[in-house]
């Protein structure tokens, strides 16, 4: 998501005349996007905002996202150079701010969370020339008792559907093939307008679009993963074979007091749903070690779980507190070693799922969206649907550029963390 806000903020830069430089050296402005979800991000901040102060005689400079939301105007003081301190929520105002920048304002703030805007812009300038991304919801309106996102991304706001489907229709026309929705949480999508689509509507008109090969949807939350979106996905090839899933623990008593408002049963049974599904969907999640209160029982569970479920892959994290967080008044803190050992037994155990995983595709012919090329190694870099990365080598006409393009590869070897085959002619 912030990937994505860069390149709306990009855009509108553009929009009103300026030019992309190379390096923060060559730049006039240079705005820093940031993220606190964990460790001490802003001390991160504020280190790289004494170098770029090194180089910056003349420069002006902003901060955004997560860390300019939470520390707002103590910014200001702590870095007299800043003179633009703005949270995603206020990215809508961006261009009035670049107004007020440019007639010499020095302490411009954007820090409001009360809103109901989204940030639409026609004018994001989007890094990759295949794939882009869509927001169609803003802001989190759970509660996670680890989270810092709702305090700095604000409430839930949903964009309208029609704004939605212009953005894909235009996307398609500019011969994008694949779009990824993105979202805090995707699933409590609720379109504001009369239409009223929820997730699963949404998804579907998107995959239905003329040109749209693949669709992606980033992120989920077990409590409002509905069937009706396991049934959409089964209707729609374009909609592809990989369901996010963040689970963050395996035990009941865990998840109860993350307040993330489901159990482990309930996220077993939407894991049953994927699982019995008209398609094979590869499974990937999100996990929290440490979080205080976790016994060596509630960890032995998370383990159990991925004995049970066997992702294809996840996103481990230690425990880390946040400020403003419920979290952060618990006691039976778990001390970083533990943790730290917690997370490395994790990551292990995954590790020979996901190297027997992988081993059971050799053989398989699967279809890769050609990403890019190692020409060390003399392949080529590709993603499957179910979101693995298929390198592989290609013999025919090996001179053009293959990226972009939709091919059958047959996996010839596989590792821990991707797939290696070579392109195939179907007849
Ligand atoms: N809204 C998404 C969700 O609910 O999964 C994404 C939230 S966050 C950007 C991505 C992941 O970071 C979370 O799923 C969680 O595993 C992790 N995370 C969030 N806060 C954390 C914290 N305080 N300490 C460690 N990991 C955290
Ligand atoms: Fe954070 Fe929970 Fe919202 Fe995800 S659902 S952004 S983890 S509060």
Request: with cysteine.
């Amino acid at each position: 998501m912030n990937a994505h806000d860069s390149e709306k903020v990009s855009g509108t830069l553009l929009e009103h005349g300026y030019t992309q430089v190379a390096t923060p050296e060559d730049a006039g402005l240079v705005l820093y996007n940031t993220c606190s979800i964990r460790d001490k991000a802003e001390q991160k901040v504020f280190n790289r905002l004494q170098n770029f102060k090194r180089a910056g005689n003349g420069k002006i400079f902003g901060v955004l996202g997560c860390v300019a939301q939470q520390e707002g105007e103590k910014i200001f003081d702590r870095a007299p150079h800043v003179s633009l301190v703005c949270g995603s929520a206020s990215y809508p105002r961006f261009g009035e701010m670049l107004v007020q920048l440019e007639a010499g304002a020095r302490r411009v703030t954007g820090l409001s969370l009360d809103t109901e805007e989204t940030f639409d812009t026609p004018f994001t300038r989007r890094d990759n020339p295949h794939r882009a991304y869509i927001t169609i919801i803003e802001g989190c309106d759970k509660s996670c008792a680890y989270c810092v996102v709702p305090f700095t991304r604000g409430p839930e706001r949903s964009r309208t559907s029609e704004s939605v489907m212009a953005e894909a229709r235009r996307l398609a026309g500019a011969g994008y093939s694949e779009i990824q929705l993105l979202g805090q949480n995707v699933n409590s999508y609720r379109d504001p307008s009369p239409a009223g689509w929820n997730f699963a509507a949404l998804l579907e008109r998107v995959a239905a679009v003329t040109g749209i090969r693949r669709v992606r949807y980033t992120t989920s939350h077990p409590r409002d993963f509905g069937k009706d979106i396991v049934e959409a996905m089964d209707r729609h090839q374009a909609i592809c074979d990989h369901v996010h899933l963040p689970v963050q623990s395996g035990s009941t008593r865990v998840l109860r007091s993350m307040e993330r408002q489901y159990t482990r049963d309930e996220y077993m049974r939407r894991i049953e749903w994927l699982k019995s599904a008209g398609r094979r969907y590869s499974l990937t999640t999100d996990i929290i070690v440490g979080f205080p209160g976790e016994t060596e029982q509630d960890f032995e569970q998370t383990l159990d779980l991925l004995d049970q479920v066997q992702y294809d892959s996840l996103f481990s994290f230690k425990y880390s507190p946040r400020p403003n967080t419920a979290a952060l008044q618990m006691s039976d803190v778990v001390p970083d070693e533990e943790k730290q050992r917690r997370l490395v037994t994790l990551q292990e155990k995954q590790r020979a799922i996901q190297i027997r995983r992988n081993a059971e595709m050799i053989g398989d012919i699967r279809e890769v969206l050609v990403e890019g090329r190692h020409q060390s190694l003399g392949q080529w870099i590709g993603r499957t649907s179910d979101n693995r990365t298929l390198n592989f080598t290609h013999t025919a006409g090996d001179g053009d550029s293959l990226v972009g393009r939709y091919l059958p590869v047959r996996v010839t070897r596989s590792g821990p963390n991707s797939l290696v085959g070579e392109s195939v002619t179907v007849v």
